[in-house]
């Protein structure tokens, strides 16, 4: 008894935050720097800053397989291989699929990686903020629910992660895409400035391009480096170059003397109190041992990502949650959604062979959407935006198919063509049906059961790839490009990895899982600050706006702790 | 839109999913799940050295180093071993047989010692036959799809590789990358910069420039 209590003592903490990627480095950070005493979990194993990078100064001739993957690595890796992210210079970062298998209803590609930083390491980094047409778009059309806040709401919360993020871009005052806290621009290069200025020129500014907003510093910022354009990101940056958990959240949160950081530590479920109607803690399966422990605290935030945090709530049941924790409106694992993308178009830009570029950017282009705003209506809801950039590399216009020689080779080596690409990036709707349940047919390495996903896209956004093809394919001719090229690679739900919703947010407690506040309706003390809390996806990359509404979340929890209503 | 294009695109999504790294053209490894191939005697001694000389005809020696200089031979042999499924290395084996066959036939002679010129010959043959054939299988496919491509649900995308091996498109492909990933390809036919530490959109064009890699 005695023991157990003292037991217990050590495993008590004021939060315990379940996730340390994007979201969860940022509860962490906030609630620690509140004061909070913080265990934060992580399934999978540390990853040091800098340190641990193994791969991040090699050249390209130091990978035996020059990136590419082996028939090896493809087996253990069905899912992950499936798109360009899962490489050899970080194939250490992605999960083996065969150790954590999930059952596709229809195909879903899941990317995920299972270490301190989660996907904070590869992301994208593009960041921009939502626009009030973002948060009404659900209340306006009738797809999903509405959103429970607006931009008034979120604003100084976008600028307070900005600030300490660090993201450089351009200031627009483009109404759909809110400017920021921004730190100086990366630089267009002479193709992208010609095709900014005639787009806009030609759409009287209706339709704008800036140059990305990304979470790399121009400048040196908050004792990190300022970025070397390598363009080797995704393997860790060793100047701390880019937002990452490790670069910036978690030495913030270690700083405070509050953390407790917990890698290997994979958590089976909540543990609900039916007496308090609280949470108590969580029960976690060390992911080394197998050994099974309790942790408790009085506040729980859940930042498993999108479908790790759903996948958490739907397994902790109980008596009084049968169908999983805060699950009374039947909506948790409903609602998923992911942008759809890999269409748009390309060209060549002519008058510029005289100009190259110096260093790799790790940024492209952005045009912000302009679709079914104001004189722009549509024959499908919501709408895109895109990413792009122009180049120039060592193809040349006549070289003859699998050309070879001396010749060839020699014509390799000279700058050649400049081309200039517009990719979309669509918003997809909120549809009920797509969505995803605990199938217990099958268990993953460590005994649990595993997700179903039952997920595709729709007329809708069928209809919208059409326009992200043609209205790229019309920019580019505008800007003067020649021999456009469309496409349509077609887009799996999963690919973008900007998979979200299943435990959306709502005024309602019989229609969402969570408030306003990203607090769950039944569970006082439970946060979901993830990509599952989205009632809707926009077209923009959303990680900037996990980080706002997390440490906006954190901040209400703490008020509220010590008020003592949780 | 052909693979480089499709690579291109991706390249450009720059936030699309997760960043990319070097924005080489030679992102993409081939796509099947067999992987009982690792025989390390998958070729004789004598086929290690027809694929040096082979890589050595598509990028020779000019006023920088060639595929051999740059080690690309053994690269090419240890990357059909780890990379390829089962399938492509059978056709990437009975390439070099039809290689050396025709070698023998036409000059009588082993690949190995036949003229640099030969050799060119040679391989700009096997270099026809497989556009055709390539063109002639894109014509095939082409037919076989519906005229127009009516809105399909779910839009699934394709598998990243797809479409039959050919022995001199592997070899080609295997040759560039092998060569312009190489340090003597990268830093001496191509411009290396470890660090730029800036980056400038627009500079002017200096009098031999060369491709940074």
Redesign the interface.
Known sequence: MNLNNKATAQNTYDAIVVGSGISGGWAAKELTEKGLKVLLLERGRNIEHIKDYTTAMK???E??????????Q??TH?VQ?????Y?E??ESYWVNDLECPYTEV??F?W?RGFHVGG?SL?????SYRFSDLNFEDNKKDGHGNDWPIRYKDLEKWYDHVERFAGISGQVENWPALPDGQFLPP?????V??SVKKRIEDHWKKERIMTI?R?ANLTVPHGGRGSC????????GCPFGAYFSTQSSTLPAAVATGNLTLRPFSLVDHIIYDKETKKAKGVMVIDSESKENMEFFAKVIFVNGSTLGSTFLLLNSTSEAHPNGLGNASGELGHNLMDH???C?A?GEAEGF????????????I?IPRYQNMGNDKRDYLRGFGY???A?R???HKDVA??????EF??Q?????LW?M???G?GESLPYHENRVYIDKSKKDKWGMPVLAIDC????N???M?VAMMNDAAEMLEAAGMKNI?T?D?????G????EQGTARMGNDPKTSVLNKWNQMHEVSNVFVTDGSCMPSIACQ?PSLTFMALTARAADYAVTELKKGNI | ?DR???V??????????????????????C?????D??GSNLFSAEQDQLITELAD????????P?AKAAGVGP?IS??VK????KEAQEVFVKGLEDLEARSKKEFNNSFLKISVKQR?QL?GKL?DE??AAQKAENEQNAAKEPAKQE??????????YKGTSYF??IA?DL????Y????VG?TQ??E??????????????KPG?????
């Open positions: 050249k390209p001739w990978f035996e397989h020059r990136n590419r993957l082996t028939e090896a493809k087996e069905p291989k499936r798109d360009y992210p490489q210079a970080n229809k195909r590609d990317y996907k590869m992301w994208g980094r593009q990366m630089e267009m290069n002479c992208e400035k990305g990304t070397q354009y390598r363009n080797l990101c995704s393997r759809h993308f890999r748009g390309s062979e005289d100009k190259y570029t110096y260093g790799r950017r790790a940024n492209g952005y990413q792009g950039g180049s590399t060592g193809w198919e699998l050309a070879f020689g001396g080779k020699d390799m080596t000279q700058p050649g081309t690409g517009l990719g990036f595709e896209f729709k007329g956004e069928q209809k790839r090229k496409y690679n077609g887009s799996s739900p690919m973008a990895i900007h990359n | 839109m480089r294009d499709a291109k695109s991706v390249a450009f999504l720059l936030g699309g999913a997760l960043s990319a790294t070097t924005i080489g053209v030679f992102l993409e490894g796509n099947s799940n067999n992987s191939n690792k005809t598509i990028i020779p020696t000019t006023k920088t060639g690269f240890m990357m780890d990379c390829y499924p060119e391989v270099r497989t556009v809105l399909k649900v779910p839009l699934a995308a394709g598998d990243r001199f498109a080609r040759t560039l990358l092998g312009f990933t190489s340090e990268a036919a191509l290396y910069v470890d660090i730029p530490g800036r980056y400038d959109g627009c500079v002017d064009m420039q060369r491709v940074y890699s």
